[in-house]
């Protein structure tokens, strides 16, 4: 069965850090892409970034270019979303996917996992 579960969201205030991680399990890691995404109230998803291991990363949100980063420890079979200097319009849901290449629309991809909530609030 394949599994993705996002961890370690929560409330920062503006300014602050937190990085989320993606568990993976039930696919060939190492063959497929993962994608990070993420859905504020009342608007579409939209992506963020995308770690494969045959290509480079892919920033699909200017606004995180220089705040965010994306890793992945092929060992632990996990992707991780680190956020600094994070803002008020961070605030969503995000979600790790799964597909064999990195694509900016989240509708191409295959696995997903439930989504962690980032709230970024003083």
């Known amino acids: 069965e394949v599994q993705l579960v996002e961890s370690g969201g929560g409330l920062v205030q503006p300014g602050g850090s937190l990085r989320l991680s993606c568990a993976t399990s039930g696919f060939s890691f190492d063959d497929y892409a993962i994608g990070w995404f993420r859905q504020a109230p009342g608007k579409e998803r939209e992506g963020v970034l995308c770690?494969?291991?045959?290509?480079?990363?892919?920033y699909y949100k200017n606004s995180v270019k220089g705040r965010f980063t994306i890793s992945s420890d092929n060992a632990k079979n996990t992707v991780y979303l680190q956020m600094n200097n994070l803002r008020p319009e961070d605030t969503a849901v995000y979600y790790c996917?799964?597909?064999?290449?990195?694509?900016?629309?989240?509708?191409?991809?295959?696995?997903w996992g439930r989504g962690a909530q980032v709230t970024v609030s003083s």
């Open positions: 770690i494969s291991s045959s290509d480079d990363n892919k």
């Open positions: 996917a799964a597909r064999g290449l990195c694509a900016p629309d989240w509708r191409l991809y295959d696995y």
